[in-house]
């Protein structure tokens, strides 16, 4: 299993107790969706290795839990690992809901100008996120918010979208 499979899940923040347990941050919208989770691959050294575990509880976005078949010293090594899943196990969204990996190559058409391009990726930005579209040789980056996202056409992998007023002539006029 590459990263490239898998979509990172959260990270081993501490240790928990004496028994060797340790805690979890669950980078997810809904971490309650993972209280049944009994194992995951956590990155040693560069490589994702597949662990084992139970989850004993979770409060809010924290999962304490304790890993099968490891001594407290081994489940302490992993403190600052980053977890992943598979992305087979990503729920389905619906509506205009996406993961940023699915609209890769998607189409972007807005309400005024028509077809602007593809989306090359999606740029994580702390206040938030970016689409990158390419027209031609022309770079043309759109905020990835509810106000502009109009519709989501996973079947013919297009995004439709209201741009703001004048940003696309920002980048097309220059």
Same mark, same amino acid.
């Given at each position: 299993?590459?990263?490239?499979?898998?979509?990172?899940?959260?990270?081993?923040?501490?240790?928990?107790?004496?028994?060797?347990?340790?805690?979890?941050?669950?980078?997810?919208?809904?971490?309650?969706?993972?209280?049944?989770?009994?194992?995951?691959?956590?990155?040693?050294?560069?490589?994702?290795?597949?662990?084992?575990?139970?989850?004993?509880?979770?409060?809010?976005?924290?999962?304490?839990?304790?890993?099968?078949?490891?001594?407290?010293?081994?489940?302490?090594?992993?403190?600052?690992?980053?977890?992943?899943?598979?992305?087979?196990?990503?729920?389905?969204?619906?509506?205009?809901?996406?993961?940023?990996?699915?609209?890769?190559?998607?189409?972007?058409? @807005?309400?005024?100008?028509?077809?602007?391009?593809?989306?090359?990726?999606?740029?994580?930005?702390?206040?938030?996120?970016?689409?990158?579209?390419?027209?031609?040789?022309?770079?043309?980056?759109?905020?990835?918010? @509810?106000?502009?996202?109009?519709?989501?056409?996973?079947?013919?992998?297009?995004?439709?979208?209201?741009?703001?007023?004048?940003?696309?002539?920002?980048?097309?006029?220059?």
């Amino acid at each position: 299993m590459t990263k490239e499979e898998c979509y990172q899940l959260g990270k081993i923040t501490k240790p928990w107790g004496i028994k060797g347990q340790v805690v979890f941050f669950l980078d997810v919208d809904c971490p309650n969706d993972y209280a049944e989770l009994d194992s995951a691959f956590v990155e040693v050294k560069g490589n994702l290795v597949p662990y084992f575990f139970q989850v004993e509880n979770i409060n809010g976005n924290k999962a304490v839990v304790t890993f099968e078949d490891l001594t407290p010293e081994e489940s302490l090594a992993l403190v600052g690992c980053d977890l992943y899943l598979p992305l087979d196990l990503l729920p389905k969204l619906t509506g205009n809901q996406f993961y940023f990996h699915d609209v890769k190559d998607f189409r972007v058409v @807005d309400e005024s100008y028509g077809d602007i391009g593809v989306i090359q990726t999606v740029i994580e930005y702390p206040a938030q996120p970016l689409f990158q579209i390419m027209k031609g040789d022309k770079e043309i980056l759109v905020p990835v918010i @509810d106000p502009v996202i109009k519709k989501v056409d996973r079947e013919n992998k297009t995004i439709y979208i209201n741009a703001p007023n004048g940003l696309i002539d920002l980048y097309l006029e220059s």
